[in-house]
């Protein structure tokens, strides 16, 4: 989970947290624009964010942490995987790269995109998610809370060891999973500064509640899950091993008594 203390990979980790959410910022929230226009549905959007998610766990894993979400970082954090001075860095390149992603969608977006956006969304100009005024915040907070739970818990059990590497496209799924479940109550960001670095360049923090405590709190208790989940990996484990070495010493028993037979 983490890389390395070596100071010529600190670059390298930073920028990736940086550039994997202005990935996240930039092309979601361009698909929102799509969307907001009628140019794309939830499921686009769902197969857009896999496919970004996918590509930054492939190409970075070895050489940085691929966090990309605030969430994961506290997650890793509480698993004492890293410091939290790192910690605290990645969270701020994680931010920074949200902010920036929505900074370009406004130079790179076409001006009619924006003017039907702004007057049917607010503040979907810059692709940021919002809670559909057809839901209550209780049902955005739980979309949020659920999606940080089950996120976390997968990522932690398949960046827990080099042997799960061939499975990162899973943790990518999980956000199209929840884009196209949740995605039609909160957008599913499933990620805090997904919402505040739009939020901040719409300066329309309104939702701020739904979209930033919620996904940590899933977070801890997805920690509190994979710890429970791991320790019963463990246990079962330990009674297959326990098992396998009584048949081996049966075995081996047996294996006595038949040549004091065969002897006899």
Not at 46 to 74: D, E, L, Q
Not at 138 to 161: C, D, K, P, R
Not at 207 to 233: C, T
Request: hydrophobic share 50%; glycine share 8%.
């Amino acid at each position: 989970m983490e890389v390395s203390s070596h100071p010529s990979l600190t670059f390298r980790e930073i920028f990736a947290e940086f550039y994997g959410l202005l990935m996240y910022s930039f092309f979601e929230g361009f698909a929102i624009l799509l969307a907001v226009n009628s140019l794309a549905n939830q499921f686009g959007i769902s197969m857009m964010v896999t496919g970004i998610f996918t590509i930054n766990y492939w190409m970075k894993r070895g050489v940085a942490a691929c966090h990309f979400n605030p969430v994961i970082t506290v997650a890793v954090l509480l698993e004492k995987k890293i410091s939290i001075t790192k910690a605290g860095i990645y969270m701020l390149a994680q931010i920074l790269g949200s902010y920036v992603g929505a900074l370009l969608l406004l130079f790179f977006v076409p001006t009619n995109f924006e003017e039907m956006a702004d007057d049917s969304a607010g503040n979907a100009i810059v692709g940021c998610p919002h809670l559909n005024d057809d839901f209550s915040p209780i049902a955005g907070i739980i979309v949020e809370l659920f999606g940080g739970l089950f996120l976390t818990v997968v990522y932690l059990f398949i960046f827990s060891s080099p042997q799960y590497s061939t499975y990162t496209p899973c943790v990518a799924a999980v956000y199209g999973m929840f884009k196209v479940s949740g995605g039609m109550v909160t957008g599913a960001a499933i990620d805090p500064f997904r919402y505040m670095g739009p939020a901040m360049v719409a300066l329309k923090l309104s939702d701020f509640y739904v979209y930033l405590f919620p996904p940590f709190f899933g977070g801890v208790l997805g920690v509190f899950l994979y710890r429970f989940l791991l320790k019963s990996k463990k246990e079962n484990d330990d009674e297959d091993d326990a098992e396998s070495k009584m048949d081996l010493v049966e075995n081996d028993e047996i294996e006595v008594e038949e040549e004091k037979i065969k002897r006899e």
